[in-house]
């Protein structure tokens, strides 16, 4: 079995350690140059932890520039773990894996799918909520569900103290999805589209904050809760 990791981030890092404590065959990391982190929240060098464990890397730019593509052809992977990048992945990488491309998103899919979702919870008031590990296909986080695992947002947490859990409750779950894959029965459930929401794009000024409103408007104003930042499909 042959198998790929991409990434650049602090969730990429946690994937790579459970693989590397399954031992969990891995033929290539992917690697985010440092040289093009400057604008990535949470950048992990992931290379470093690769070329610590004697695990082949390559850095990269753009994922989907033709060097990257014909080094992941030419490994004819069997799954590729897309973990903590905010690059689209073009369909030549996506069909290059036989069987699937799998990715992590901080909600319970196909709730909050989009971006900053795990920020969106915060902001509006998320407490009991799941991560998930699904097969990304050409859609919105819309592709079927692997597995989810729990973690509680409490309303004293700052967005430190739920990163922290969502890495945890992450670290679980590929637990469970390495061993569904290295066992050669992995779930495949497909998302209800009926329940399918959408958080939009975060803006600089979400952040302003108005102190002449009442305590919870202002705890809610500071990270910019707005409706109409949640949408419902169809």
């Known amino acids: 079995m042959k198998n ?3 990434g650049s981030v602090g969730s990429t890092k946690a994937v790579l ?5 399954s031992s969990f065959p891995l033929e290539m990391v992917f690697s985010l140059d440092e040289k093009y982190s400057e604008n990535v929240s949470g950048y992990y060098p992931i290379h470093n932890i690769a070329e610590q464990n004697n695990i082949s890397f390559t850095k ?6 033709q060097s990257n593509i014909d080094i992941i052809k030419g490994i004819k992977p069997d799954y590729i773990f897309v973990i903590g990048l905010s690059q689209l992945i073009s369909d030549e990488i996506l069909n290059a894996a036989s069987k ?3 990715g992590f998103h901080p909600t319970p899919l196909p709730m909050f799918r989009g971006r900053a979702a795990m920020v969106w919870q915060m902001l509006l008031g998320i407490r009991e909520t799941k991560c998930t590990m699904f097969f990304i296909d050409n859609g919105i986080d819309s592709g ?9 947002i409490e309303d004293t947490d700052y967005a430190e103290d739920v990163a922290k859990k969502l890495l945890a409750a992450l670290s679980r779950m590929t637990q469970n999805v390495l061993n569904q894959i290295i066992n050669g029965n992995v779930n495949r459930t497909k998302q209800d589209e009926s329940k399918a929401t959408y958080l939009l794009v975060r803006r600089p000024e979400d952040g302003l904050v108005d102190w002449n409103e009442t305590t919870e408007k202002i705890h809610q104003s500071d990270v910019g809760v707005r409706p109409t930042h949640l949408t419902k499909c169809g």
């Open 17 to 21: 350690e459970e693989m590397i404590l």
């Open 100 to 102: 699937g491309v799998i």
């Open 60 to 65: 990269f730019k753009k994922i989907n520039e």
């Open 4 to 6: 790929i990791l991409i």
């Open 144 to 152: 079927d569900i692997i597995a989810q695992e729990p973690y509680i």
